[in-house]
């Protein structure tokens, strides 16, 4: 008998585990997502400032700068260059 409630509880514990990992695994994604992005931004921002330093361009690395290259990724980018050349 005392096998039987050991079984039943190794059995319970991994619907548990396979539960939680079905719950959080979209958000999950969601996170990693972002942060994919946000490392692609940051990177493109960076090599828009180090290719525009040959052609006396410059995006100003600052809060706002960072927040929407990293937000955003490669159209926060393109949005930042367009904006630095029109103003």
């Known amino acids: 008998m ?7 509880f190794i059995v319970a514990v991994a619907i548990a585990i396979w539960v939680l ?3 959080l695994s979209a958000p999950l994604k969601f996170i990693v997502k972002w942060l994919i992005n946000a490392v ?3 990177a493109l ?3 828009a400032n180090f290719v525009g ?6 995006i100003p690395v600052n809060l706002v700068t960072c927040l ?3 937000g955003f990724g490669i159209p ?4 930042l260059v367009v ?5």
Do not use: N, W
Request: net charge neutral.
């Open 21 to 23: 990992i079905k719950i």
């Open 76 to 79: 926060g980018v393109i949005f």
């Open 45 to 47: 921002l960076f090599l």
């Open 40 to 42: 692609i931004g940051f």
């Open 68 to 70: 929407v290259a990293g």
């Open 2 to 8: 005392d096998m039987l409630y050991k079984g039943l």
């Open 53 to 58: 330093g040959f052609f006396d361009f410059a």
């Open 83 to 87: 904006v630095m050349l029109f103003f």
